[in-house]
């Protein structure tokens, strides 16, 4: 499809295990951004990339957290040794260059048990 | 941390009659965003108003700013039940630092 696309929709791992969750943008769009939303909350800024350059990791909760877009099309962000309180969605969402609105994919749902 | 706050919270309302929400910001703005999030679904983008303007209107929607009280609110009229939802006011001055509320839960009752 022509939108964001987010893999895998859902994830339970054992906490102490590593996670990677992919996102496809929008074909073109320089911007990417991860999130992460808490049940009830609004999401919360992790990271930012305009092509393959994070430009923005001041979000990122811990080191356990990194992101990366090695050809600035896909990114993936990956979790190491997994903790309870990094059960959210994450979501991933692109926009083309410039101060344009996002376009979000629809999130992976992680819990970590 | 996030930057724009919504009020209401939560807002339940009967199908037809119309439904304000309100954001507040704390810092300087160069545009400020309207996004819906139906549940379990990504967040869909709603409208974009620019710090020089106080007014914009998209089919149902109307959005105002006053970047001297530093809010804004979106007014959706004749609700419908398919407008259920959060929603979701995001402010910032360039694309990469925009920040998003913890938003207003609407409900609307057929």
């Known amino acids: 499809g022509a939108g964001v696309s987010q893999s895998p929709r859902y994830k339970v791992a054992k906490r102490g295990q590593d996670v990677a969750l992919r996102c496809d943008p929008i074909?073109?769009?320089?911007?990417l951004f991860w999130y992460q939303q808490a049940l009830g909350q609004g999401p919360e800024f992790l990271t930012y990339?305009?092509?393959?350059?994070?430009?923005?990791k001041s979000g990122l909760p811990s080191d356990r957290f990194f992101a990366e877009r090695p050809e600035g099309s896909v990114s993936t962000l990956k979790i190491q040794r997994t903790q309870q309180e990094d059960s959210a969605v994450y979501l991933c969402?692109?926009?083309?260059?410039?101060?344009?609105?996002?376009?979000f994919g629809d999130g992976t749902r992680l819990s970590i048990l | 941390s996030q930057q724009g706050e919504e009020d209401p919270q939560a807002l339940s309302i009967q199908e037809g009659e119309n439904a304000t929400m309100n954001c507040s910001y704390k810092?300087?703005?160069?545009?400020l965003q309207w996004y819906r999030q139906n549940s379990g679904r990504g967040l869909v983008h709603l409208i974009l108003i620019r710090s020089n303007e106080r007014e914009k209107h998209s089919g149902r929607l109307r959005v105002t700013l006053d970047t001297s009280k530093k809010s804004s609110s979106l007014l959706i009229t004749a609700s419908r039940a398919a407008d259920t939802a959060s929603y979701f006011c995001?402010?910032?001055?360039?694309?990469?630092?925009?920040?998003f509320g913890a938003g207003t839960r609407l409900t609307v009752k057929p």
């Open positions: 969402a692109s926009s083309p260059v410039g101060n344009q609105p996002q376009h």
């Open positions: 810092t300087s703005i160069n545009n």
């Open positions: 074909s073109g769009h320089v911007s």
């Open positions: 990339f305009q092509n393959e350059a994070q430009l923005d």
């Open positions: 995001a402010t910032g001055y360039n694309n990469n630092d925009m920040r």
